[in-house]
């Protein structure tokens, strides 16, 4: 009698943890899904990390060159200056006003 319940306990302990096997490899397909999709998440914003990087860089090289021509223009003698008297009454001209200068050229 003792051999017996000691059998049947033994397989309804096999029985549970086959069941637990079970579960357990729902939950690691689960897991590996996961991982999955969240390495493609990171993989599309790992290319557009870089895609911004490289437009920062054009743009840094842009706003480098055009200040780099700002100087030549400084160094040159490069001014501005009012073509009429009568913008000289404003203290800030306006854009529209932008048509009433001309650079000029000043030699060293």
Do not use: W
Not at 28 to 47: C, F, Q
Not at 66 to 93: F, H, Q, V, W, Y
């Amino acid at each position: 009698m003792f051999f017996v319940t000691l059998h049947h306990e033994k397989n309804e302990l096999i029985e549970f943890l086959q069941r637990q096997v079970g579960f357990l490899q729902g939950k690691l397909d689960e897991a590996l899904a996961s991982v999955s999709s969240l390495t493609l998440s990171n993989e599309k914003l790992t290319a557009t990390v870089d895609e911004l990087r490289r437009q920062i860089a054009s743009l840094e090289n842009v706003i480098k060159g055009n200040g780099a021509e700002l100087s030549k223009e400084k160094a040159d003698g490069c001014t501005i200056i009012p073509m009429s008297g009568e913008l000289k009454k404003a203290a800030r001209p306006s854009m529209g006003h932008a048509a009433h200068y001309r650079i000029a050229v000043v030699s060293s």
